[in-house]
């Protein structure tokens, strides 16, 4: 597609319950990212792919945090036994590759989360 | 730990007038972003600077990386009031692997 494309919008779920957040990339884009924004905050990273691996996980938060990407292009987050503290706007960026001088990330329009 | 520091975070100042934003950060690197977010929307790209001494300019807005100082600088011009957003710095570490933000600096242009 033209742009980095991400599932769903909005994502309402109660506490506990387990959440998948899907992002679609620019095509051609080999590195692809996991952002985490809440209000009034700038993005935090939580994950990198460069193709099919997790070339850097270490702004996970904690184990109920997961991400894929198995054939190298659509990525999915998964978030098991939601909490509260994990609402907010996740955001998928990717951009050409994850080497030097590669250029700015582009963004998706983000998945707004709220657990009940 | 790269970190990365905007001033001021809140800005609002009246249409026509100019004034600069700062984004300092705290290790080496060359390659410095500009993000522009509108509320409830994603981040649009605005600068890309990629060596020490780059200066990009579009519209009213110029930003500029230092990185001796480990300093960019997003310059406003004759503000208008389409250029409320929040604008956001990000830095590259010298891996390359991921983009570091700054909290973001929430600009009001008043008529």
């Known amino acids: 597609g033209a742009g980095v494309s991400q599932t769903p919008s909005n994502k309402v779920t109660e506490k506990g319950k387990y959440v998948e957040l899907r992002c679609d990339p620019i095509?051609?884009?080999?590195?692809l990212y996991w952002y985490r924004q809440s209000l009034g905050q700038g993005p935090e990273f939580l994950i990198y792919?460069?193709?099919?691996?997790?070339?850097?996980d270490s702004g996970l938060p904690n184990d109920r945090f997961f991400a894929v990407r198995p054939e190298g292009s659509v990525s999915t987050l998964k978030i098991q036994r939601t909490e509260r503290g994990d609402s907010a706007v996740y955001l998928c960026?990717?951009?050409?590759?994850?080497?030097?001088?590669?250029?700015?990330?582009?963004f998706g329009e983000g998945s707004r989360l709220t657990v009940l | 730990e790269l970190k990365v520091e905007q001033n001021p975070l809140f800005l609002s100042m009246q249409e026509g007038k100019n004034y600069t934003i700062y984004c300092n950060y705290s290790?080496?690197?060359?390659?410095l972003y500009w993000y522009r977010q509108d509320p409830g929307k994603s981040l649009e790209s605005l600068f890309v600077?990629?060596?020490?001494?780059a200066v990009k300019q579009e519209g009213r807005l110029m930003a500029s990386l230092d990185t001796k100082a480990r300093l960019s600088t997003l310059h406003i011009t004759a503000a208008v009031h389409d250029l409320s957003a929040t604008y956001f710095c990000?830095?590259?570490?010298?891996?390359?692997?991921?983009?570091?933000f700054g909290e973001g600096t929430q600009l009001t242009v008043n008529p």
């Open positions: 990000a830095v590259d570490a010298t891996s390359g692997s991921r983009l570091t």
């Open positions: 792919f460069q193709g099919t691996g997790a070339a850097d």
């Open positions: 290790t080496t690197s060359d390659r």
């Open positions: 600077l990629l060596s020490n001494g």
């Open positions: 095509s051609g884009h080999t590195a």
């Open positions: 960026a990717s951009r050409i590759s994850g080497g030097p001088n590669t250029g700015e990330l582009f």
